[in-house]
């Protein structure tokens, strides 16, 4: 379960600005929206609202940097994402920490970095305890070679071992994280004292599952048996979207390339073949959903990829549709559907402009079936919206809700509406678009001059 995102110095974010999942006391309605791990209660959904370039994309962006930093260490392009409202944050380090549960152990890792120069400058991962204390569990310095923390208690062996990869780290590895490299290739005795390695990495990898209109990728089976397929189909036709049946059919690389342009997918099987390298798994699959198409692909080592496409049927039509064919709502709604279909636990969908392309019926109706469908489930929905029709009560407490706001010196500021003083019959959406609350576009005065 997801506790806190915390950002310093990236994108429009200046100051440390944080997103919290920990859940107010002083509110009693919906308590089913809170899930009870030890002495801790938190929050399954976060709806946050901002006004267009407020910065709430930007959030997306970060845990989505995070992932990305993971897997590939810091990318070329990160040298201007530095806040760039300040000459001095070009040499200022940027912060970036995720606080989250595994089983039903609390952990805070988290990294800085300056850069502009490509620079990691400092890691760290500890054990978050319930009287509010942390125990390191490694930290880095620098270029310096990692260390364990003190209460850790490795064997001998394991010591050892950790001594040759922490050295073997040290020095030129300026943009990597010493997580990944534990990760890479590296394999734990379910027992091993260095256990914690291998859980926090994959849980951020395999558990945090972002969605946005340039990433749509996820790893379901949602695809791949006829049972699923038909669940599919009568959730798909609950939205109205005209579609009655939903199928796969098998195609080649060949007539996959075919169908979208050749940078793709030399693109696609290129994240796979890391995903490969990273998870050291002997298969991967990954659903991959472009305009031009909606693509299951399974690899298994030494053999060729086994691809498959949609198939969608209208009504009583007998003719077959593309993907490609269907509405930009249409093709939305399977960018979320895995969603409500996913039996797997302890997962945080991050969703950046839920409501794109939907009507708003078709916002609340998904809204209200993923709420229903993981109401038993360790499951955390956190999505960026400008539906204001949603800001309900009724839907979502008001420590659920957050804002995003552009300040004068156009950096990001982030904030709970909990932090606002309210009755509990106070129509929401109405205070909001009356600017309350802020978070709404301020516009400038324009006059058209008038010809002669």
């Given amino acids: 379960m997801l506790i806190k995102i915390s950002v310093e110095n990236f994108k429009s974010f200046d100051k440390k600005e944080e997103l919290s999942m920990l859940s107010s006391s002083k509110i009693q309605t919906n308590k089913s929206h809170r899930l009870k791990i030890k002495q801790t209660n938190l929050l399954k959904n976060a709806v946050v609202y901002g006004a267009n370039a407020s910065g709430k994309s930007n959030l997306v962006t970060t845990v989505a940097f995070i992932k990305s930093v993971l897997m590939e260490g810091l990318p070329v392009n990160s040298v201007n994402d530095f806040c760039r409202n300040n000459m001095k944050n070009k040499d200022r380090e940027s912060v970036f920490e995720i606080q989250f549960t595994v089983g039903d152990t609390f952990?805070?890792?988290?990294?800085?970095?300056?850069?502009?120069?490509?620079?990691?400058?400092?890691?760290?991962?500890?054990?978050?305890?319930?009287?509010?204390?942390?125990?390191?569990?490694?930290?880095?310095?620098?270029?310096?070679?990692?260390?364990?923390?003190?209460?850790?208690?490795?064997?001998?062996?394991?010591?050892?071992?950790?001594?040759?990869?922490?050295?073997?780290?040290?020095?030129?590895?300026?943009?990597?994280?010493?997580?990944t490299e534990m990760n890479r290739g590296k394999k734990y005795s379910d027992d091993s004292k260095l256990m914690f390695f291998f859980q926090t990495f994959n849980w951020i990898m395999n558990n945090i599952v972002i969605i946005n209109p340039r990433i749509g990728i996820s790893n379901t089976d949602a695809y791949y048996s006829a049972e699923s397929l038909e669940n599919i189909s009568n959730l798909i036709k609950t939205f109205d979207t005209g579609v009655s049946e939903i199928k796969t059919k098998v195609i080649s690389v060949d007539e996959m390339s075919k169908m979208i342009p050749a940078e793709v997918l030399s693109g696609i099987f290129a994240h796979l073949k890391k995903q490969m390298q990273m998870t050291n798994l002997p298969q991967i699959q990954m659903t991959w959903r472009i305009d031009e198409g909606f693509f299951n692909i399974r690899i298994k080592e030494n053999s060729e990829p086994e691809i498959t496409t949609l198939v969608l049927k209208?009504?009583?039509?007998?003719?077959?549709?593309?993907?490609?064919?269907?509405?930009?709502?249409?093709?939305?709604?399977?960018?979320?559907?895995?969603?409500?279909?996913?039996?797997?636990?302890?997962?945080?969908?991050?969703?950046?402009?839920?409501?794109?392309?939907?009507?708003?019926?078709?916002?609340?109706?998904?809204?209200?079936?993923?709420?229903?469908?993981?109401?038993?489930?360790?499951?955390?929905?956190?999505?960026?919206?400008?539906?204001?029709?949603?800001?309900?009560?009724?839907?979502?407490?008001?420590?659920?809700?957050?804002?995003?706001?552009?300040?004068?010196?156009?950096?990001?500021?982030?904030?709970?509406?909990?932090?606002?003083?309210?009755?509990?019959?106070?129509?929401?959406s109405k205070a909001y678009l009356e600017g309350r609350y802020g978070a709404i576009p301020v516009f400038r005065q324009f006059t058209f001059r008038k010809e002669e």
């Fill in 314 to 428: 209208h009504g009583k039509s007998v003719f077959d549709f593309n993907f490609a064919e269907e509405s930009d709502g249409t093709k939305r709604l399977f960018d979320l559907i895995d969603m409500l279909m996913t039996k797997r636990q302890d997962m945080v969908f991050v969703v950046d402009e839920l409501e794109r392309s939907l009507h708003p019926k078709l916002t609340e109706h998904f809204l209200k079936l993923f709420i229903e469908a993981h109401a038993e489930a360790r499951m955390q929905l956190v999505f960026t919206t400008h539906e204001d029709t949603i800001m309900d009560q009724e839907l979502f407490r008001r420590d659920e809700i957050w804002f995003v706001e552009r300040n004068a010196d156009n950096t990001s500021k982030i904030y709970s509406l909990d932090r606002f003083k309210e009755r509990y019959d106070r129509k929401l």
């Fill in 107 to 179: 952990y805070a890792y988290g990294f800085s970095a300056i850069l502009s120069r490509r620079e990691i400058t400092e890691e760290w991962l500890y054990e978050l305890m319930q009287d509010g204390t942390a125990h390191n569990l490694f930290i880095r310095e620098g270029n310096k070679a990692p260390v364990l923390g003190g209460g850790v208690n490795p064997t001998t062996a394991e010591k050892n071992r950790f001594a040759v990869y922490s050295e073997d780290f040290a020095g030129g590895h300026d943009a990597q994280l010493f997580l």
